[in-house]
T-cell receptor, first 113, second 111 residues
Framework: AQSVTQLGSHVSVSEGALVLLRCNYS??????LFWYVQYPNQGLQLLLK??????LVKGINGFEAEFKKSETSFHLTKPSAHMSDAAEYFC???????????FGTGTQLKVEL | SQTIHQWPATLVQPVGSPLSLECTVE??????LYWYRQAAGRGLQLLFY??????ISSEVPQNLSASRPQDRQFILSSKKLLLSDSGFYLC??????????FGQGTRLTVV
């Protein structure tokens, strides 16, 4: 079975500071990993994805994530937070060829002046 | 390009009333289709998914059902809504080698 754990349901950073959102996965086979962002009352938008190519993945809006197999992690980072980054972020895992996308419980990111 | 339509955007229904939420996908064939529910602080819970017409897999026992009458149409239903059915419902589609693409969601409030 596959699962995802997001540490920290709420993260607060200052504008211009580093953003780090944590995600650890559990999968018995090589996973596909995703980060999504959700703004209030909207659907989810893909930020980036890992599908067994380069371990450092760059996404939209300046975000990136690094797949670390030894740590079973896929943490999301952005060097400098912007007010517009305030949203909820979800990590998700899918085993290759599998039909299910399993999500973490989400991390609400707050960006303060 | 592919698009996904989900409606209505918001819905207020009394307890005991029926429910029908519809989702349609354009621009792709034979997608896997999904219904998720999102409750505050609980992330996204997979309710149903479908790999083809008439094929429905239920992930959790509940008061809801799903149907896929056409390749790109996925319907979420209930005969009698409960207060606990309130939440934000999201439809999504996915192919074997892609990520999931989401609709804009339906905010359901059962009163």
């Amino acid at each position: 079975a596959q699962s995802v754990t997001q540490l920290g349901s709420h993260v607060s950073v200052s504008e211009g500071a580093l953003v780090l959102l944590r995600c650890n996965y559990s999968s018995s086979v090589p996973p596909y990993l995703f980060w999504y962002v959700q703004y209030p009352n909207q659907g989810l938008q893909l930020l980036l994805k890992y599908t067994s190519a380069a371990t450092l993945v760059k996404g939209i809006n300046g975000f990136e994530a690094e797949f670390k197999k030894s740590e079973t992690s896929f943490h999301l980072t952005k060097p400098s937070a912007h007010m517009s980054d305030a949203a909820e972020y979800f990590c998700a895992v899918r085993t290759g060829g599998g039909n299910k996308l399993t999500f973490g419980t989400g991390t609400q990111l707050k960006v303060e002046l | 390009s592919q698009t996904i339509h989900q409606w209505p955007a918001t819905l207020v229904q009394p307890v005991g009333s029926p429910l029908s939420l519809e989702c349609t996908v354009e621009g792709t064939s034979n997608p896997n289709l999904y219904w998720y529910r999102q409750a505050a602080g609980r992330g996204l819970q997979l309710l149903f998914y479908s790999v083809g017409i008439g094929q429905i897999s239920s992930e959790v026992p509940q008061n809801l059902s799903a149907s896929r009458p056409q390749d790109r149409q996925f319907i979420l239903s209930s005969k009698k809504l409960l207060l606990s059915d309130s939440g934000f419902y999201l439809c999504a589609w996915m192919l074997e080698d892609t990520e999931a693409f989401f609709g804009q969601g339906t905010r359901l409030t059962v009163v």
